[in-house]
């Protein structure tokens, strides 16, 4: 069995309300839209940190920001990852 392709697509700094995907009517995301109807929209999901940088630090090492203490946009991850976490 082949392993299958992920295309996560992480987009910040605006609210639900700016994809069509969404609902929204007041805007035209076609090619966002697009992708949604072939993939998954999330619609219930939050953020572990309302900032970008340790937000995607969260995602790729599948831990919280107190656990890789990447705290603001200016840090780096310097901890010890969890046995098998890769980035």
């Known amino acids: 069995m082949t392993g299958q392709n992920v295309l996560l697509i992480v987009s910040d700094e605006h609210a639900r309300e700016a994809l069509g995907c969404y609902g929204a009517d007041h805007v035209y995301t076609p090619n ?8 998954t929209v999330f619609r219930h999901a939050y ?3 309302p900032i970008c940088v340790p937000a995607r630090a969260c995602i790729a090492t599948g831990t919280y920001v107190h656990q890789n203490r ?3 946009n200016a840090h780096l991850i310097t901890v010890k990852l969890p046995a098998g ?3």
Do not use: Q
Not at 32 to 39: F, K, P
């Open 47 to 49: 953020t572990p940190s």
């Open 85 to 87: 976490a890769t980035v």
């Open 70 to 72: 990447c705290w603001s």
């Open 32 to 39: 966002i839209d697009s992708l949604a109807n072939r993939g």
